[in-house]
C-alpha cells in the first residue's frame, strides 16, 4: 500500500490562488494515472482532475479554467494549481492513484484541507 503525501493547502481569500502537493515514496508517479480528489463538508469525495500516463488532462466542470493538474517526474510528485479561488472550492484535497476501474485504487491519507474565505 502506498502512501501518497499531500500538502499546499491553507487559507485563502475568494480569487487567490494555492498550489497543492502530491508526493509518493514507494511507487513512481509517471507511470500511472493519477487524480486530484475532494470532500466539502456533508457532501461526498470528487474527483476534481485526472492526469493519465500520457498527460493526458481532464476536470470537472467545476473547476475547468481555473485548475491545472500537472507532475514533476524528477520529484516524483504530482500538483494541482488552483487559481480564481470561490469559497465553493472549500474541501479537504486528496491523491490517489486511478485504478483500472477509475475509481481511487488506495486508502486515503489525511488530506490537505483548502479554505476559502475573507
Known amino acids: 500500500q502506498e502512501q501518497l503525501v499531500e500538502s499546499g493547502g491553507g487559507l485563502v481569500q475568494p480569487g487567490g490562488s494555492l498550489r497543492l502537493s502530491c508526493a509518493a515514496s514507494?511507487?513512481?508517479?509517471?507511470?500511472?494515472?493519477m487524480a486530484w480528489y475532494r470532500q466539502a463538508p456533508g457532501k461526498q469525495r470528487d474527483v476534481v482532475a485526472r492526469?493519465?500516463?500520457?498527460?493526458?488532462?481532464n476536470y470537472a466542470d467545476s473547476v475547468k479554467g481555473r485548475f491545472t493538474i500537472s507532475k514533476n517526474n524528477a520529484k516524483n510528485t504530482v500538483y494541482l494549481q488552483m487559481n480564481s479561488l470561490k469559497p465553493d472550492d472549500t474541501a479537504v484535497y486528496y491523491c490517489?492513484?486511478?485504478?483500472?476501474?477509475?475509481?481511487?485504487?488506495?486508502?486515503w491519507g489525511q488530506g490537505t484541507q483548502v479554505t476559502v474565505s475573507s
Open positions: 490517489n492513484r486511478v485504478s483500472p476501474s477509475g475509481g481511487p485504487l488506495y486508502s
Open positions: 514507494a511507487i513512481i508517479l509517471r507511470l500511472y494515472n
Open positions: 492526469i493519465l500516463v500520457d498527460g493526458t488532462t
